[in-house]
């Protein structure tokens, strides 16, 4: 992990926390998100990775 990376110990709360922040925050009229996660898979897997992504976000209602 880089220096400047930070690590949620408890994810648990950081779930708790954005369950709550984007309930209250997708009140607003205009309301824009954005996070930065890398990772790395083989590429035989992506169609599938992205597939469960996607349904995750759905499920959520963050999809498009």
Known sequence: MP????HAGDAGAV?????????????GESVQISADI?????????DSVIAGLRQTLDELGLGE
């Open 38 to 46: 890398r990772v790395v898979f083989p590429a035989s897997a992506a």
């Open 3 to 6: 220096a400047d990376a930070r």
């Open 15 to 27: 779930n708790r926390l954005g369950t709550r922040l984007i309930a209250r925050l997708r009140t």
